[in-house]
């Protein structure tokens, strides 16, 4: 089963947790302390080798700007008023967003169908409209189902569990377990949208710092959390009677059965279901050997499958530049920083020590930056998070454990400062199709840049490219006249 360094530093941060001190949340978690940017001694080193690469200043200057210049326009036509467009992709019947129904004929109670609308949302996507009606027959049906990132699939689990909870019945009846922190607060924040008429539906957090007093008997129906938690709240501290759930859902489903300790961990909570539960698995992708695992533990499923070739977006634009250092990749994202800050952009970093290297870096150079990663304290993390959706920082640097699910409107670029590898230093398919679906959200026009800096990082992304047979094509910030191409 293919466990990554990603599905590590995952584990270690729902460990990271235990130093959490008095954080006592029944409600969704209040952002507070501050954004933690590296300003250690020992990039002071690192600082030292970047001089050593720079060029003259003035060639810099008449580079950046230039390059600066073309890349604005690159990305602000990506930027498309994203109304109309997504009004065009939701009549293509080749778009993941197409639907032949509207919300009214999905048959959701009044109160769901206000609550969809109040989120501004004019017609189902098409994973919406397929996965509902099988989510809300009786008898409920299992389900397992792929659908391209930012496509809508967490309001089609969303709406599955508000439709099937017994609002007089005042105990938990849903769970939902997402492999992040981050990803379980933003859930949760999509759950009480959604379900704002429906207000005698009450939702909780079983997330690491979320303390209860023992012998606390929850009543609110749904509860949402990571899964280490989540199975404590059922098994040791009994929070939760498992016997009266009624839907399970795991979100990036691949991930929480195929990274070790969350799939002991989803399995045992499965185990204490009734066999009657309604089991619902969602992800962007499924690894075959996974797809076959899901199969295995699901009853008699529906199954949702993308073919390879639909699982890459093509609204979302793919390049590579060309580095020989990390130094250079450094110097390269300088270079283009005002660009990718006409919005937002996220950048991804193989492990938190080079997250905490580049944060500190960039924000030497004065460039505004936000650091998420591992092991970060839960209130720090769910101060970044909120900073960056409410764009109050431009870039976050980031590892894996933001690859997944993160729904930030404004990420027009998502940056591979390094490429996603497994722990054999093969390529990351699936972690590399999840980073880059950060952007593209829901139809808009996405742009994915990956810095090479070897040989080896080049055959990397060579097989990535092979494995989506998705064109990822040279972007030379040196060569103007090219980015005037793409631009044009
Ligand atoms: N029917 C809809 N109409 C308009 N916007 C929608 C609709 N459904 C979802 N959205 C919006 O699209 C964005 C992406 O949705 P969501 O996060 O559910 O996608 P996802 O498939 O779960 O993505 P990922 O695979 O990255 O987890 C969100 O901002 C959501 O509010």
Redesign the pocket.
Known sequence: MATDSWAQAVDQQEAAADSIGGLTLKEKPEANGTAAIATDSSSAAAKSEVQGEKKPADEDDKDDKAAQSLLNKLIRSNLVSNTNQ?EVLQKDPNSPLYSVKSFEELRLKPQLLNG?YG???????K??ETALPMMLAEPPQNLIAQ??????????FVLAMLSHVEPNNKYPQCLCVSPTYELALQTGK?IEQMGKQYEEVKLVYAIRGNKLPRGTKLHEQIVIGTPGTMLDWCSKFKFIDPKKIKVFVL??ADVMIATQGHQDQSIRIQRMLPENCQMLL???TFEETVWNFAQRIVPEPNIIKLKREEETLDTIKQYYVLCNSREEKFQALCNIYGAITIAQAMVFCHTRKTAGWLAGELSREGHQVALLSGEMQVEQRAAVIDRFRNGKEKVLVTTNVCA????V?QVSVVINFDLPVDRDGNPDNETYL?RI??TG??GKRGLAINMVDSKSSMNILNRIQDHFSKNIEKLDTDDLDEIEKIAS
């Open positions: 997504v969809v989120m501004g949302f004019n017609r189902p996507s994973i919406q659908s391209q990132s930012g496509t809508g699939k967490t309001a089609a999509v979100d990036e969602f992800s962007a997944r699910g993160i729904d409107e999840h679906g950060r959200r829901f």
